[in-house]
C-alpha cells in the first residue's frame, strides 16, 4: 500500500456545499457573536506520527501542519433557524508521504418560515471522510471525502387543536470524492400526529424513497419504503423517541421486508449525571448511517468506519452512553454494537463492537488533564479480515487567555489483525492552538481534535 498512489480531487459538488457552510457562517457574525450559544474558532496545529502508512513493518514518519477552523451555531431568527456544527481542516504533510488533504466533519441545517409555520423550506448538508476499504487501517490513501446535500418544503396543517398532518418531500444529492457511487434521490413523508399531553405526541408514518445512481449501469437503483407508529415523551428528567413498523426495499425486480425499530432515550439521573440509550434495526443505506453516526457525536476529524456501499442494508445499531462529573472531574463513557447485514452480496457483511472511556481533572479554570482509551473489534464475512484495534492517550488543555487556548495530545494505536503487515503500532503527538473569534468553549468541550 503506498501512500502516494492517491491524487486528493475537490470535485465540484464537495466545493459547493463546503462554500455554503462558509457563506452561512459569515452571514450576520455579529449576531452569532452575540449569542450565547454560538462559537467559531480557527486554529493551527502540529502532528508528528512515527507511522503515517500504519505498517507492522515499513512505516514512515511524517510531520503533519494543519489549520483549521471548527464552529458551533445555533440561531433562532424571526424568519429562519440555523444551525451549523463542524471541524474543517487542511493539512500539509512535510514531508510528502502523501498529498496534502482536505478534511474534516460538519453538518448543517438551515429553516427558512415560508408561511407562518405552515410551509417552510429545508436545507440540510453533510460533509465528512469515509473509508474506501473499511477492512484497511484509516490512513490517507483509504479514505475520501463524502458530501450528502437535501433540501426540499415542509408543509404542517393543523387539524383542530391536537392534531396535525405534516407532508414533507426531500431532493437528496450524494457526491464521493473518488467512489464511483454518486447518486441521487426523491423523498416523501406523511405523517398523521396527534398531541397527547403538552409533552407526549403519537404517530402514524409512512415515507417513500426512489434512490438512482449516476452509474446506472453499474449500480441498480431502487426504492425503499417505511410505514410506523412514533412516539415521543419529553420529561423533566426523560426523554423518550420510539418508531416501530414495517419497511420494503424494491430492487430488480426483487423485494425484500422486515421490521423497523428505532428507539433513542436519554435520562438525567441527576444534575450532573445522563444516561442515553440508542436502538435501531433497519433496512437503510450508506448516506443514511453516515448522517446518523455523524449526528451521534460531535464532528471531528474522525474518519467514520464506512464504506461507499450502494446496495441497501440491514442496520442493527445499540449504543449506550453515560456522562458523569463534579465541579472538577468528569468521566464519559461509550459502548457500542453494530451490525450491517447487505440485502443481495454477503461478502460485505460485517460486524463493528467498541468501548471509550475518557476522564478528564480540571485543576483550575485554565488547565485540565486527561486521559482516553478505545477499544474496537470489526468482524468480517471472511474472517482473514478480522481485527481488534486500541487506543490510549493523554490530553493537556491550557488556556493562556480568555480566548486563546493550547491543546497537547499524546497517544497510542496498536492494532492486531492477521493480514500481513497491517498489524501496527503508531505513537502520536499533536499540539493544538486554537483563537476564539467569537463566543468561549471551558476545557471540557474541547474534544474534538485528536487525529
Not at 345 to 359: I, P, Q, V
Request: charged fraction near 30%; glycine fraction near 6%.
Amino acid at each position: 500500500m503506498n501512500a502516494n498512489t492517491k491524487s486528493v480531487r475537490q470535485r465540484p459538488g464537495l466545493i459547493c456545499s463546503l462554500g455554503g457552510f462558509v457563506i452561512l457562517l459569515l452571514v450576520d457574525v455579529s449576531a452569532y457573536a452575540q449569542d450565547a450559544d454560538s462559537w467559531l474558532g480557527l486554529g493551527l496545529s502540529g502532528t508528528y506520527t512515527d507511522n503515517i502508512d500504519r505498517l507492522e513493518e515499513g512505516g514512515r514518519d511524517e510531520a503533519i501542519w494543519s489549520a483549521f477552523t471548527e464552529f458551533e451555531i445555533a440561531k433562532d431568527g424571526r424568519r429562519y433557524d440555523l444551525l451549523l456544527d463542524g471541524l474543517l481542516d487542511y493539512r500539509i504533510y512535510s514531508n510528502d508521504t502523501a498529498d496534502d488533504e482536505f478534511r474534516g466533519n460538519a453538518f448543517g441545517e438551515l429553516i427558512f418560515d415560508v408561511v407562518n409555520e405552515r410551509l417552510q423550506w429545508v436545507v440540510q448538508d453533510n460533509f465528512g471522510q469515509v473509508r474506501q476499504n473499511v477492512a484497511l487501517p484509516d490512513t490517507p490513501d483509504n479514505r475520501e471525502n463524502l458530501n450528502v446535500f437535501r433540501t426540499g418544503p415542509r408543509f404542517d396543517f393543523r387539524l383542530g387543536q391536537r392534531n396535525s398532518i405534516i407532508l414533507q418531500g426531500f431532493y437528496q444529492r450524494t457526491r464521493f470524492e473518488d467512489s464511483l457511487q454518486n447518486s441521487e434521490g426523491v423523498f416523501g413523508f406523511l405523517a398523521f400526529q396527534r398531541e397527547v399531553s403538552p409533552r407526549s405526541n403519537l404517530s402514524l408514518n409512512v415515507a417513500a424513497r426512489r434512490i438512482e445512481f449516476d452509474e446506472d449501469s453499474t449500480f441498480s437503483s431502487y426504492d425503499l419504503q417505511e410505514a410506523y407508529f412514533g412516539w415521543e415523551s419529553i420529561g423533566a428528567r426523560t426523554r423518550v423517541d420510539i418508531e416501530a413498523g414495517y419497511t420494503e426495499l424494491h430492487d430488480i425486480g426483487d423485494v425484500q421486508d422486515g421490521h423497523l425499530f428505532r428507539l433513542f432515550l436519554t435520562r438525567n439521573i441527576s444534575q450532573r449525571s445522563a444516561l442515553t440509550l440508542d436502538l435501531r434495526s433497519e433496512l437503510t443505506t450508506t448516506e443514511d448511517t453516515f448522517r446518523f453516526e455523524q449526528q451521534l457525536r460531535r464532528p471531528d476529524l474522525t474518519t467514520q468506519a464506512i464504506a461507499a456501499d450502494a446496495e441497501p442494508f440491514r442496520f442493527e445499531y445499540a449504543g449506550l452512553a453515560w456522562a458523569t462529573g463534579g465541579n472538577r472531574l468528569w468521566l464519559d463513557a461509550e459502548a457500542f454494537f453494530e451490525s450491517r447485514e447487505f440485502t443481495i452480496t454477503s461478502a460485505n457483511d460485517r460486524d463493528r463492537a467498541g468501548l471509550r472511556l475518557e476522564l478528564t481533572r480540571q485543576f483550575s479554570e485554565n488547565v485540565a488533564l486527561g486521559i482516553f482509551g478505545t477499544v474496537t473489534e470489526e468482524s468480517f464475512d471472511d474472517p482473514a479480515n478480522d481485527f481488534d484495534e486500541n487506543t490510549v492517550g493523554l490530553r493537556m488543555d491550557y488556556r493562556p487567555s480568555r480566548r486563546t487556548r493550547l491543546t497537547l495530545v499524546l497517544e497510542r494505536i496498536d492494532r492486531d489483525t492477521d493480514v500481513e503487515n497491517l498489524a501496527f503500532t503508531e505513537q502520536i503527538a499533536t499540539l493544538t492552538f486554537t483563537f476564539d473569534v467569537f463566543g468561549q468553549r471551558d476545557l471540557r468541550q474541547d474534544r474534538r481534535l485528536d487525529r
